[in-house]
């Protein structure tokens, strides 16, 4: 898992340089979002061993209806106007029982312009660290869209609608002893959240 983040930190550095390389006058750019996600689907598999060494495999697939808060704070650039890179960070849920520290890179797109009226999209992917447990990361994938009110010349307020799917290797359950399995008898086991909400984002 550390050289998971140390992976995704350094091609978000690379990135953010390269849009600063291709940019002759880049704009810092930061600001703060605040919103809501509803999880609609989520699945898990898990293949692990009983202490007699037999093999079990388990699946789930289903709906658990669970509204998660989140806030986050961003600092990054335009590029030529309508292009944005930046690096977003702060504290959100993914599930019931998981609340995690994101840092994730998103590229936003803004077709009339950053500092104008009109719609906004964007893309955002990055890792999560879960709250408590430090070596435990989720992977994060999230897209949207919305549109965008100038307030003046160098703040504007996006409201979005947002689409989220987050991958992890959850800790397996055993409904016979109602306990985690151990670590070492656990062969396989992945889980994802699918997740959507509504936020609001205030761009200085």
Not at 96 to 107: A, N, S
Not at 115 to 141: C, M, T
Request: hydrophobic fraction near 40%.
């Amino acid at each position: 898992m550390q050289t998971l983040r140390r992976i995704f930190l350094t091609g978000l550095f690379a990135l953010l340089l390269t849009g600063t390389a291709l940019c002759q006058k880049p704009k810092l750019r930061y600001g703060a979002e605040w919103g809501i996600m509803e999880s609609v689907l989520q699945g898990t598999h898990a293949i692990f061993t009983t202490e007699e060494g037999f093999p079990v495999k388990i699946s789930h697939l289903g709906s658990k209806p669970h509204p998660n808060m989140f806030i986050l704070a961003n600092v990054g650039m335009e590029l030529e106007d309508i292009f944005s890179l930046s690096l977003y960070s702060g504290y959100m849920g993914v599930a019931p029982d998981k609340r995690i520290f994101p840092i994730t890179g998103r590229v936003g797109v803004t077709p009339f312009g950053a500092r104008s009226d009109g719609p906004v999209a964007y893309l955002d992917a990055g890792i999560g660290i879960v709250d408590r447990k430090a070596d435990y990361i989720l992977v994060l994938a999230k897209g949207g869209g919305g549109y965008r009110y100038a307030l003046s010349r160098n703040s504007s307020v996006d409201l979005l609608l947002n689409l989220q799917m987050s991958f992890d290797q959850p800790e397996v359950w055993d409904r016979v002893t109602e306990s985690y399995i151990p670590e070492y008898r656990v062969r396989a086991s992945k889980g994802f959240y699918l997740a959507v909400g509504l936020s609001v984002a205030l761009n200085f």
